[in-house]
Every structure is written in structure tokens, then in C-alpha cells.
């Protein structure tokens, strides 16, 4: 593992997210009609069954799910850019191993992303989302990181196998729906039927979401560690297979 | 010494052979130039050399590391001037300079009287806390020598280094490029389609067609091969019987046919053409017009090819190359 270029790389991603206002604007456009029109609108004709919270509070970590999903598999479009840009080149041209190149895109990426998913949390809050603050509210964190890891891991992974932005856009929309709405973002898994079910349960996103209830409404289907777990085996799968997939890739 | 050797270095992409085991030596301290037409294989030969492709066949040492075992070993040893923009324009200069520095371990002390160095060097001075998107080509031509020099490579690549720039912008890298080879550090290695730059800038050319070297040596030592002056005919007609008749005549040193020209070198050109337009006459040949000049490299370049650099500019590869590019984008 190289440092310098970790390093390097979570500072280029940092810089470039402080400097593009516009586009953190417009990323935070989709979680707010979000909040407002499925939370507060809709939300305010469910209640879901067995609980005593708003659908508002079920739904708010939903949307921060949503949120990491949509901006890390976006992020994994940076390798078009840098190719299309010709930095890919400047960058698989020095002396660091293709492992730490990955791991700094994901670090780099994933500290925009969990930036955006607090804004999109203070902006919940002003809205009415209760924070149950108990000594797991601060592995929110953890697992907006962990759920950041793991889809930047998969978007970097596309946009190396995928050469062209109109092909990487159909491939991570062929991606982005299911995984958001196979999960238990927007409701519980169980309502559905135990087929799709299944599906949910494979979906790293159920346990991430999952995760993110626990430690803000002290609430979930399954127990915080068993999210955490998953989250942490998912992340570490799709590193690896990003690095892979990084590491066969052309500088154009 | 030689810090650059290549051997029988191959590459295929898919039927099509790019680079057909190409050899030879670049000594240190020197300025060497690949020459070549567009898809003649020169940048496919520098990416091979600078561990960006795999080569299919064979292999070369770069400063003293294999390309194919010692991949980082070479990374540390080379800078590489791409042929295509590689800046990150959404950073300044001075960041693109630094990030640079930063990814080849170079200390904040170091970076600092190194960036300011380089700065100087290619006069971006006043210009390095400007975002990168607004550099005109030069201007990101010369900071990207600049970054290529930052981590004192032993060998620096540069790859078509003025394609696309004004002359006079081209004037300014030519300068660049001669002030560095004369500082004698760095070993330069250079591509390029332009005979004028290679016969400027290189101690030693050589020439690059189909994937194949055909021929290296001085600038001055491949002019003289041809000795002599070259008077280059044009004909309407009867260029066939001609060649063919001319080629049995002693004084002709070399004979050519490219398009409708006969290229010819012959000593003290002047005197001969008269006696030319007469063969011409006899065996009914229509001269339309007739040059003399003394031997350009892209003399010597006809000679060992049959061909100007410039004909190849719209050959089937190139066209290819520019479809998959737009194609991409």
C-alpha cells in the first residue's frame, strides 16, 4: 500500500467536491423531493405495522441509503472522466500499486459521500426526523462509510469494465433501481413475498439501512452487529474485486 | 552507456500488428526520435517502454529495469509527456504539479525547490494558481513537460510534444526541450511526424514505418546516405518506363517513385536535369515539373520507405484511429 497516493487521491476528490457547489446542490435535490414528497406526503397516510415510529423516521435512513447508493456509483464515473481526460494515465504511470490507487478513489469518494449524506441528515432533522441518541448513534457514521465502500467499490468496478458514458449510464440504472428498491429502504422487507425476499436479504444496502435505523432510531430488523458485519464483509468483497477489475484496465 | 535497450519488442492488437519486433539502443545523456507517420506504431512503442502496455513479444531494459518483471522500478526511473492532455483540469497548476510529486514520494522540502524549479523553466510562473481549465494548449503543453521533470526522471519520454500547437508555440517546446538536453541530466526520447523537429531536436533518429524500423542513425549520417542532391520529377506520364529505364544509369544513386514523382539523387543535380528532361523526351515521358534540392531528412525518409511522411497522414489506420476516438467520446 502506498500512503503518498491514498493520500493524493483522497485530497484531489475533497478539493474537486469543495469546489463543485453546483453539483453538491444538485446531488442533495433528489433526497430532498425524496424526504418531502415519499416522507412527509405520502409517508404521512402509512403506518407500518407493528411499530410505534413515524414513517418519516423509517424512512429517513432509507433516503441517506439512497443518497450513498446514487453518489458512489456515480463516483465510479470518475474513472470514465480521468480516462476521457487523459489523468488515468498520469496516474497508473507512477510508481504505486493499482491496490492503493482503488483505496483512495473509495476513501476520497466515500468522505464526499458521507459529507452529502450528513447534509441530507441535518436537513432531515429540520424537518422533524427524531434522532434517538444512544451510544450507537455515532456508527451512522460507520455504516454510511461502510455503504459508501462497498458501492463506490461497485461503481469503480463498472466504470473500468465500461469504456463509454452512455453504456456506463445504462449498466448503473440497470444497477441503481433494484438495489435501492430490493431493499428495505422505503419498507419492510417483509411485506413483500418470501421469494423477493430473499433477494432483499442478498442486497448489502438492506443491511447498511438497516444499520443506519439501528444507530439513529434505535430500531431494525436485524441486530446492529449482524449489519455491521455484513457491511464490512461487503465492502472488503467489493475492494477486492475493484482493484481486480481497476488493475486490468487501459488507459485508453 | 546505454540506458534504453530494446529487443525484438513486439505488440499485436487482435490480427493487426502495431509494432513488429522492433530493436534498438538509446545512450544516455542523448535525444533520441522516434520517426514516423501517424499509426506507424511509434506511440504504441513508447507505451510498451513506459509499462502501459504489455508487450506480445519481447522486451526492453529502462534504465537498467525489465519492462516486463521490474514494473514499478521503471515507473520510478521514467517521466512521461503524453500525446493527449493528461492534466487534471479541474485542479491548478500548482495542485497538478504537487499531486504529481506527492505520487512519486517526493518530500514537502524537495517538492517545493522542485515545483518552483520547473516553473520557472517553462515560464508558468505567474500562471500556477490558475485552474488548468483555463490554459491554452501551450500552456498546458509546457506544464506538462514541466510535471514530466518534477521527479528528476533519468529518462523522459515525449510523446508528439508539439502536435497541435502554433508554430510559434512549437518554437517555445523546441526551446524547452534543446535547454533540457543541454542541463544533460535526462535522457529524452521523442516521437514525432515531423521531420523538422527530429532533425532540430535529435542526436540520433530513427525511422519507424509499418511497425518496422527501417533505418537510424544521425540526423547527418542519414543525409549523407543518400549522397548527394535530389532532383525530383513530376510526371503527366510514362513514369513506369521511365523508372525503369533511369534505373540501369550509373550516376543515379537512388531512384524513388512516390505518387507521380521520381525522386532521383544524383551528384551536382543542376547539371544533370537537362540531360534528364532529354530521357525523358526519348522515351515519352510527360515532365510537369522538376525540383532540386539538397538532402532533408524526408529525403531519406522516401528513400527507405517509398514514401513522404505527409502521404500516410490519411492512410486507413489513421482514419481508423480518429473514428474509435470520436467513437469513444
Redesign the interface.
Known amino acids: 500500500m502506498?500512503a503518498?497516493?491514498i493520500?493524493?487521491l483522497w485530497?484531489?476528490d475533497l478539493?474537486?467536491f469543495v469546489?463543485?457547489r453546483s453539483r453538491i446542490i444538485g446531488m442533495l435535490m433528489m433526497p430532498i423531493i425524496f424526504l418531502l414528497g415519499l416522507g412527509l406526503g405520502l409517508g404521512s397516510l402509512i403506518h407500518i405495522p407493528g411499530t410505534t415510529g413515524s414513517y418519516f423516521d423509517f424512512i429517513v435512513p432509507g433516503i441517506i441509503g439512497m443518497t450513498l447508493l446514487f453518489t458512489s456509483i456515480f463516483t465510479g464515473s470518475n474513472v470514465l472522466w480521468?480516462r476521457?481526460?487523459?489523468?488515468l494515465?498520469?496516474?497508473?504511470?507512477?510508481?504505486?500499486s493499482r491496490a492503493s490507487i482503488v483505496l483512495g478513489r473509495i476513501l476520497g469518494g466515500g468522505t464526499t459521500a458521507v459529507l452529502q449524506s450528513i447534509l441530507v441528515i441535518a436537513i432531515a432533522l429540520l424537518l422533524g426526523f427524531q434522532i434517538s441518541l444512544t451510544g450507537y448513534t455515532i456508527l451512522a457514521v460507520v455504516f454510511m462509510a461502510l455503504v459508501a465502500g462497498t458501492f463506490i467499490g461497485l461503481g469503480l468496478t463498472l466504470g473500468s469494465l465500461i469504456?463509454?458514458f452512455q453504456g456506463f449510464q445504462l449498466v448503473t440504472s440497470f444497477f441503481t433501481m433494484p438495489l435501492f428498491f430490493l431493499s428495505d429502504s422505503i419498507f419492510p422487507a417483509t411485506v413483500l413475498p418470501k421469494a423477493v425476499q430473499y433477494i432483499i436479504y442478498i442486497n448489502p444496502l438492506t443491511y447498511g439501512v438497516d444499520g443506519l435505523r439501528n444507530a439513529l432510531t434505535g430500531t431494525g430488523t436485524f441486530s446492529i452487529w449482524i449489519d455491521l458485519l455484513a457491511m464490512v464483509v461487503s465492502t472488503a468483497v467489493m475492494f477486492a474485486i475493484a482493484t481486480y477489475a481497476f488493475s486490468k484496465t487501459?488507459?485508453? | 552507456m546505454n540506458t534504453v535497450v530494446v529487443k525484438k519488442i513486439a505488440k499485436d492488437f487482435g490480427k493487426f500488428r502495431a509494432v513488429d519486433k522492433i530493436s534498438f539502443n538509446v545512450k544516455e545523456g542523448e535525444v533520441f526520435g522516434l520517426l514516423g507517420p501517424n499509426g506507424a506504431g511509434k506511440t504504441t512503442t513508447i507505451k510498451m517502454l513506459t509499462t502501459l502496455l504489455q508487450p506480445t513479444q519481447g522486451g526492453a531494459t529502462v534504465a537498467g529495469f525489465d519492462i516486463n518483471k521490474d514494473q514499478n522500478d521503471v515507473r520510478k526511473n521514467i517521466g512521461i509527456v503524453f500525446q493527449d492532455p493528461s492534466l487534471d483540469e479541474d485542479l491548478t497548476g500548482m495542485e497538478n504539479l504537487q499531486f504529481h510529486a506527492i505520487l512519486y514520494k517526493i518530500g514537502k522540502e524537495k517538492r517545493e525547490k522542485k515545483i518552483a524549479e520547473v516553473l520557472k523553466l517553462v515560464e508558468l510562473e505567474d500562471k500556477a494558481d490558475v485552474l488548468v481549465r483555463y490554459y491554452s494548449g501551450g500552456m498546458k503543453r509546457r506544464l506538462e513537460i514541466g510535471r514530466g521533470l518534477i521527479h528528476e526522471p533519468k529518462i523522459l519520454f515525449l510523446d508528439e510534444p508539439t502536435v497541435g500547437l502554433d508554430p510559434q508555440t512549437r518554437r517555445h517546446i523546441w526551446d524547452y526541450i534543446k535547454k533540457l538536453a543541454a542541463l544533460g541530466n535526462t535522457t529524452l526520447i521523442l516521437t514525432t511526424h515531423y521531420i523538422e523537429e527530429a532533425d532540430y531536436l535529435c542526436n540520433r533518429v530513427a525511422f519507424v514505418d509499418h511497425g518496422k524500423l527501417v533505418a537510424l542513425d544521425t540526423p547527418e549520417a542519414l543525409k549523407n546516405k543518400l549522397g548527394g542532391d535530389v532532383v525530383s520529377v513530376q510526371l503527366g506520364r510514362g513514369i513506369d518506363i521511365l523508372q525503369k529505364r533511369l534505373k540501369s544509369l550509373k550516376w543515379i544513386k537512388t531512384l524513388a517513385k512516390h505518387e507521380d514523382f521520381l525522386d532521383l539523387t544524383v551528384n551536382e543535380g543542376e547539371k544533370r536535369i537537362p540531360e534528364i528532361i532529354m530521357l525523358a523526351e526519348k522515351y515519352g515521358a510527360a515532365i510537369s515539373s522538376v525540383g532540386l534540392h539538397k538532402p532533408s531528412l524526408e529525403d531519406v525518409f522516401i528513400h527507405y520507405t517509398g514514401k513522404t511522411i505527409r502521404e500516410e497522414e490519411g492512410s486507413a489506420m489513421d482514419s481508423m484511429r480518429q473514428r474509435r476516438t470520436a467513437w469513444r467520446r
Open positions: 502506498d503518498n497516493a493520500y493524493v485530497l484531489r478539493k474537486r469546489r463543485a480521468d476521457q481526460f487523459g489523468f494515465k498520469e496516474i497508473l504511470v507512477t510508481p504505486n469504456n463509454d487501459q488507459s485508453g
